[in-house]
């Protein structure tokens, strides 16, 4: 990961539960989670909201931090998922369907894998 928005992403998509996080989510739903997320540690928001675009983002905006998350992560994730994933009309959605009775599974495993990711890719760029 060069940056941790994917996972940011994935991460407020899965703050919405076992039923919804796979639903799909516009950038300005996402934006408050991903700010508050990225601003709320000072390592976080050194290592990946501390460049001269992001830094104009430290004062939240809905409209600027929802553009960010459009141009990435949202359109270079679904424009390299091989149409697992979509962004279209300014919505971004999972094209894959779950049953309802692995709902609650890969709901859990998605979050371990994500809330890891995030743990090892932030644990890493600190000590660099």
């Known amino acids: ?4 928005y994917k996972m940011v992403v994935l991460l407020a998509m899965l ?3 076992p039923s919804r996080w ?5 950038p300005k739903e996402a934006a408050p989670f991903f700010h508050q997320y990225l601003m709320e ?3 976080r928001k050194r290592i ?3 460049d001269k675009k992001t830094k104009q983002l430290w004062i939240y905006d809905e409209e600027k931090v929802g553009k960010l998350i459009a141009e990435m992560p ?5 424009g390299s998922s091989n ?10 959605s999972l094209n894959f369907s779950i049953a309802k009775e692995d709902e609650e599974i890969l709901y859990q495993w998605t979050k371990e894998i994500c809330e890891y990711r995030l743990h ?6 600190s000590k660099i």
Not at 1 to 4: D, G, H, P, R
Not at 83 to 92: D, K, T, W, Y
């Open 41 to 43: 540690k000072e390592y």
């Open 83 to 92: 149409v697992l994933l979509s962004f279209e009309n300014g919505v971004f």
């Open 22 to 26: 796979h639903l799909p989510i516009t």
């Open 15 to 17: 703050n919405r539960g």
């Open 1 to 4: 990961m060069a940056k941790s």
């Open 74 to 78: 949202m359109t270079k994730w679904s």
């Open 120 to 125: 090892v890719y932030f644990e890493r760029k």
């Open 48 to 50: 990946d909201f501390s």
